[in-house]
């Protein structure tokens, strides 16, 4: 896998997210307890040997940076290769939103062009999953594709749009390509992962970037089906997609099922993050807990069910939290009552408070908010 | 190399027999403790949380899972340059080797080591102690003694003195007598195995006594009392937290017990005084629909899905439906299948207890047991299956060496 370089894509949708990319762009969104979502991405990559990774920041960064820092959890801080930060170019003009991945590749081509590697992983990192490169970039050597796209038909990726479904014939090449198509095409799901030699991603970025299209995938390939040949990678396997506040919770809410976190978490290989050396879990007598995802410097006394609890969050008497996600440091009074409810990070909740959304539509409470 | 305030030296060659199987392939430092940690970890962060930033460990019996675990030392922020973490095994030198014959003499045979970094002082420590201390106030003090050396001391009660070395002070700590394991103790202040030495002195002393050939080259046994009748400054250093020597499985179990009490002497998510270790990142641990959980203490990748009540279960370990854990210690990647009943017992890295197991159940009337230990504890070694079919009563310590036949009895 010397041969593959992995390139992440930051510029991904986020508006459905709300509060919770309000400050940080949507790789450093907290998952999973102790992940951010970036981590299944520069984990599936370098476990599968991938050794020069290179991020294409947009705007909101700073926590993203906080986070990977210099990539030494993902054992990415090397003399040769590693990770390389790839800033977007500085806006002139004073509109608002992200500059797209188009200009963002052109604005780094010397990157791209100094790279020893003869093919480029692209991806961004919306898709939370463990799945195997190695695999994919075998089968696009073996098929001799120009453009291989990894896509996933088991997952409920087309219930959350927006979603690009594909059609593939018998051969696996791509025949027909739809953004959020009414009636549905397919169940095959693009992954928005492509392989593809690096000149024709080069030759790609300098041609659609030179005509101020923005999207490398609707822009630039999905234009050049007929003449490319692009072919589908199915990856089996679990897949949450996080692009919507109802995604992500439903796709939190998914690591409870023991055969998900099985697949998420050790499929193949282990996802990294930060390490805090957070102390284990301590669960008092009387502590209460059941279907519940809880992470290390946790203290529980109180009840917890249905629920996701992020590091250090502590769990008093008489606390009662259910069907709810409380990311780190959460501080909960005694008597507090939560329910459908995601706690962004270092929320205060005080005494004998009861807080409740619905379970099709969960009540977020901001950063560092005191209730 | 830069010259250094202070060097510290960790002794961590030894085999920790008393440990029984659970050391048959590593050193004792290197024993899961405490959920996600090894018995080491302790004393290198502490080291790394003092501000110490030069460290050797001495290594020997069994290295291979320490050396691997210390690595460069990056877990306790100890991969410095000029400095940093150090694994020191035996070596040959221009006139042969030898293996380290005791603590002092391991220390003498790294004398080239220490000297490399010109110190002023020296800081002995053991590696098989759970405690959190500041050894930056301890050098303070050894400074403001003027003292060649400063012998960190605990107050044990008076009946256990007969197990240590303990140190008879005046009211100015200085220390004026010292008996190895008394049978009448003068003091109940028992040394920690933790030392801080002026380097010039201690390096004559080391030299003086490597050449003594009737000297057992250890610091306890010939060091300090070789210091004290020269009348060298030699202080006690009162320290009253929470200090425990885990060299025998009574006291590894009871120091596992000890961190899952209510409020334990011990807190281990003390964010100015982490306890750091070398993590593969887990996944946080799922407990399960019918789980309960309760009194226990349990790190990141367990699978909880049956009864976890006042125990300690480290990394990735699973415990299946049905199965009950109760007062026991279950080492990393264990796993407990359906129904298994696993009581007061420690439960070797990766074992597999098969669903339907029995482990330290009561013996039957006029069953013969062989109990190894105070507390009636049951120790399975690491990498073994339980078959399903197995009943173990409780204080049997089970090696796989003597598994190919199965007293009948065992068998339920």
């Known amino acids: ?371 | 190399m830069q010259k250094k305030e202070l060097v510290a030296m960790l002794l961590a060659g030894g085999q920790g027999s008393r440990l029984g199987i659970l050391t048959k392939k590593l050193a004792k430092p290197a024993v899961p403790f405490g959920g996600k940690y090894r018995i080491i970890d302790f004393t290198l962060s502490n080291c790394s949380n003092s501000g110490i930033d030069s460290v050797g460990v001495l290594t020997q019996y069994q290295p291979l899972t320490l050396n691997a675990y210390i690595g460069i030392g990056s877990a306790w922020d100890l991969d410095r340059s000029g400095g940093g973490v150090s694994v020191l095994p035996p070596y040959v030198k221009d006139q042969g080797g030898e293996w380290y014959k005791g603590t002092a003499n391991a220390v003498y045979q790294n004398i080239d080591f220490i000297a490399q970094h010109d110190p002023e002082y020296v800081l002995i420590l053991s590696g098989d102690h759970i405690y959190k201390m500041d050894y930056s106030k301890m050098l303070s003090y050894h400074k403001s003694k003027g003292a060649a050396g400063t012998i960190a001391v605990i107050p044990v009660p008076w009946e256990e003195t007969h197990r240590f070395g303990v140190m008879k002070t005046d009211e100015q700590g200085r220390i004026v007598e010292f008996q190895e394991k008394p049978k009448v103790a003068k003091s109940n202040l028992a040394s920690m195995g933790v030392y801080i030495f002026n380097w010039k002195e201690l390096r004559s002393y080391l030299e003086a006594d490597e050449a003594d050939p009737k000297s057992s080259n250890d610091f306890g046994k010939n060091i300090i009392p070789k210091m004290l009748k020269a009348g060298e400054p030699l202080y006690a250093y009162a320290f009253r937290e929470y200090w425990k020597d885990v060299g025998t499985v009574d006291s590894l179990w009871e120091a596992n017990m000890d961190l899952i009490k209510k409020d334990p002497d011990l807190k281990l998510n003390d964010s100015k005084w982490k306890i750091f270790s070398l993590n593969h990142t887990y996944p946080p641990q799922l407990v399960g629909p019918l789980a309960d959980v309760q009194g226990s203490l349990l790190s990141d990748g367990c699978l909880v899905l049956g009864r976890v009540h006042h125990s300690v279960i480290f990394t990735g370990a699973q415990i299946e439906e049905g199965a009950e854990v109760t007062d026991s210690v279950i080492m990393p990647g264990v796993k407990i299948g359906k129904g298994a009943l696993v009581h007061k017992a420690i439960i070797g890295e990766n074992t597999i207890v098969e669903a339907g197991a029995k482990i330290g159940v009561p013996a039957r009337p006029g069953e013969k047991v062989e109990i190894s230990n105070e507390n009636g504890i049951t120790v399975i070694e690491d990498n073994v299956c339980v078959p399903g079919t197995m009943r173990i009563v409780e204080g049997t310590v089970l090696s796989v060496a003597e598994w190919p036949e199965f007293p009948e009895e065992w068998i339920s």
């Open chain 1, 1 to 371: 896998m010397r041969d593959l370089l992995g390139i992440i894509d930051l510029s991904e949708p986020t508006e459905g997210l709300g509060e919770l990319t309000l400050h940080r762009t949507l790789g450093a969104v907290p998952f999973g307890g102790r992940y951010r979502v970036i981590d299944f991405t520069l984990s599936n990559m370098v476990n599968a040997g991938i050794r020069n990774v290179g991020i294409l920041l947009n705007d909101r960064f700073g926590p993203l940076l906080d986070h990977i820092k210099d990539g030494k959890e993902w054992d990415l801080n090397r003399q040769r290769d590693g990770m390389f930060l790839l800033p977007a170019p500085l806006r002139t003009d004073s509109s608002e939103g992200m500059s797209s991945n188009l200009s963002n590749l052109r604005h780094n081509r010397s990157y791209l062009e100094k790279s020893r590697q003869e093919y480029a992983l692209f991806s961004g990192c919306s898709m939370v999953t463990n799945l195997d490169y190695r695999a994919a970039f075998a089968y696009h050597l073996e098929k001799d594709a120009d453009i291989t796209v990894i896509y996933n038909q088991e997952g409920k990726l087309a219930s959350h749009p927006p979603y690009t479904a594909v059609v593939t014939d018998g051969e696996g090449r791509i025949t027909d390509i739809a953004l959020n198509p009414r009636e549905c095409t397919s169940r095959k799901v693009s992954l928005n992962m492509f392989i593809m030699r690096k000149d024709l991603l080069i030759s790609l970025v300098d041609y659609y970037s030179a005509r101020q299209k923005r999207d490398l995938f609707t822009d630039a390939i999905m234009p050049r089906l007929d003449e490319l040949k692009i072919f589908g990678y199915e990856h089996r396997g679990y897949v949450g997609v996080i692009n919507s506040l109802k995604s992500y919770y439903q796709h939190s809410m998914d690591l409870l099922k023991p055969e998900v976190w099985r697949d998420l978490f050790f499929s193949h290989g282990l996802i990294n993050t930060k390490v805090k050396h957070e102390a284990p879990v301590r669960y008092l007598e009387g502590s209460r807990v059941q279907d519940s995802l809880i992470a290390t410097g946790c203290t529980i006394e109180g009840t917890v069910e249905n629920s996701i609890l992020f590091r250090g969050v502590e769990v008093g008497p008489g606390v009662t939290i259910k069907d709810s996600i409380i990311m780190q440091k959460a501080k909960l009074g005694p008597g507090v009552s939560l329910r459908n409810v995601i706690l962004d990070k270092d929320v205060t909740i005080s005494a004998g408070k009861s807080l409740a959304g619905d379970p099709s539509f969960p009540m977020v409470i901001a950063k560092s908010s005191e209730v």
